[in-house]
């Protein structure tokens, strides 16, 4: 693509050094904008096609100096977007694999199918290097699954899938956006507008001798009563999950429990196989009755069997972290959970016992 001078930020400090030729690759990261917007967070690797010398005097302030550039964009450097297809969840999961997370291809799927049209893959040179997966819950969206391959990183390739990501769920209503953040790339995020919530703790337990399950099915979820567990979720969580509930019940009803209070739910939790183990969560229960998170959490443990169990919780949900403390759990990793939009009023964390992953809330 060609690029008129004026499309580009008209004020840079160029490297003082630099001998610039028509036909080399300028690499523009040094460029001050007047405006610290988008463009500023791009790099633009430019081919220089001419340049005039006319404004710019090496002796005067450098940072003010106005430079006429003549410029090709290469098509080398500049990443393009598109939307994901099931094609790429191969590219996904080994993206995923190389990361260490514990999803499984099947679990990737799953996320790709509550929002096929909201996950995204970037290309350079049409080869795929990293994709942002997307989650709609009308005024509450969710993203995660970000990640972009090594030796294609600080290209600002996540920054544009990022903005991606954030356009498709703000026109699909959400005005707050949530993540859950690795801490040390966090000012990924601060850079986009996300601001800090609460730490999300990581933990996990090696169960080893599961106490004998109890026969009966009074802890059983059934098809009909999705619908229900899905509006005591939506008390605590503070958006519509019944996409997620569904999916997850669907393709793992054994692995579902709710406490019932007669016809009332207390609570529930649905647990999944993971690459490594099982992900315990969601998990969400009437924070006024700790014995039915207790007695939840116990009987999941007990369905798993011989595994390691992972779960990630709120920080600010001292009786769900004592819960599971006090099971034995141990802290291996803590997320930062963000924001963009404002805070979310309906939601209740005192409720939330454990996440359902960090791109599900
Ligand atoms: C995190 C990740 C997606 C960033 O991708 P990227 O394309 O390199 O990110 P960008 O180039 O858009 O980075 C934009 C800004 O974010 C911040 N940032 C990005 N990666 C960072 C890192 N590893 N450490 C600290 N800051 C980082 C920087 O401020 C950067 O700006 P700068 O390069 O001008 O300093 C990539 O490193 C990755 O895939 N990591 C492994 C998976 C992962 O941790 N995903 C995020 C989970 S929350």
């Known amino acids: 693509m060609q690029l008129a001078s004026t499309q580009l930020p008209r004020y840079f400090s160029p490297p003082v050094k630099t001998r610039y030729t028509v036909g080399m690759t300028v690499d523009l990261s040094f460029i001050i904008c007047e405006k610290i917007?988008?463009?500023?967070?791009?790099?633009?690797?430019?081919?220089?096609?001419?340049?005039?010398?006319?404004?710019?005097?090496?002796?005067?302030?450098?940072?003010?100096?106005?430079?006429?550039?003549?410029?090709?964009?290469?098509?080398?450097?500049?990443?393009?977007?598109?939307?994901?297809?099931?094609?790429?969840?191969?590219?996904?999961?080994?993206?995923?694999?190389?990361?260490?997370?514990?999803?499984?291809?099947?679990?990737?799927?799953?996320?790709?199918?509550?929002?096929?049209?909201?996950?995204?893959?970037?290309?350079?040179?049409?080869?795929?290097?990293?994709?942002?997966?997307?989650?709609?819950?009308?005024?509450?969206?969710?993203?995660?699954?970000?990640?972009?391959?090594?030796?294609?990183?600080?290209?600002?390739?996540?920054?544009?899938?990022?903005?991606?990501?954030?356009?498709?769920?703000?026109?699909?209503?959400?005005?707050?956006?949530?993540?859950?953040?690795?801490?040390?790339?966090?000012?990924?995020?601060?850079?986009?507008?996300?601001?800090?919530?609460?730490?999300?703790?990581?933990?996990?337990?090696?169960?080893?001798?599961?106490?004998?399950?109890?026969?009966?099915?009074?802890?059983?979820?059934t098809k009909e009563n999705i619908n229900k567990i899905a509006t005591f979720d939506k008390k605590y969580f503070g958006a519509d999950r019944t996409k997620v509930l569904t999916s997850l019940f669907t393709e793992n009803p054994q692995l579902c429990l709710a406490s019932y209070d007669k016809a009332t739910i207390e609570g529930y939790l649905m647990c999944r196989k993971a690459e490594n183990g099982y992900n315990l969560g969601l998990f969400v229960c009437n924070p006024e009755n700790t014995q039915t998170a207790k007695n939840l959490l116990q009987a999941g443990m007990n369905s798993l069997g011989n595994t390691t169990l992972y779960v990630g919780v709120p920080e600010t949900n001292k009786n769900a972290v004592d819960l599971l403390t006090g099971h034995g759990f141990t802290q291996y990793s803590r997320s930062i959970r963000m924001r963009l939009g404002p805070e979310l009023t309906n939601e209740k964390i005192r409720g939330i016992f454990a996440i359902g992953g960090p791109m599900k809330g």
Request: some cysteine; charged content about 25%.
């Open 37 to 221: 917007g988008a463009e500023s967070a791009l790099r633009y690797s430019l081919i220089l096609t001419s340049w005039n010398q006319g404004n710019f005097d090496r002796s005067r302030n450098q940072k003010n100096a106005y430079i006429k550039l003549n410029v090709l964009m290469t098509t080398m450097e500049s990443p393009f977007v598109r939307a994901l297809t099931e094609a790429d969840l191969e590219f996904a999961y080994k993206l995923n694999i190389g990361e260490r997370w514990n999803d499984r291809k099947e679990d990737l799927l799953r996320m790709y199918t509550y929002q096929p049209e909201g996950c995204f893959i970037a290309e350079v040179k049409k080869k795929p290097v990293g994709h942002v997966f997307t989650v709609s819950y009308g005024k509450l969206g969710w993203l995660g699954l970000l990640i972009v391959e090594a030796e294609y990183r600080r290209k600002g390739i996540a920054t544009q899938l990022m903005n991606k990501a954030i356009d498709y769920l703000s026109q699909h209503g959400a005005e707050t956006i949530k993540l859950e953040a690795a801490t040390h790339v966090s000012e990924l995020y601060r850079k986009l507008g996300f601001i800090d919530e609460y730490g999300s703790l990581r933990l996990s337990k090696t169960v080893k001798k599961p106490a004998p399950q109890k026969k009966g099915g009074s802890m059983a979820i």
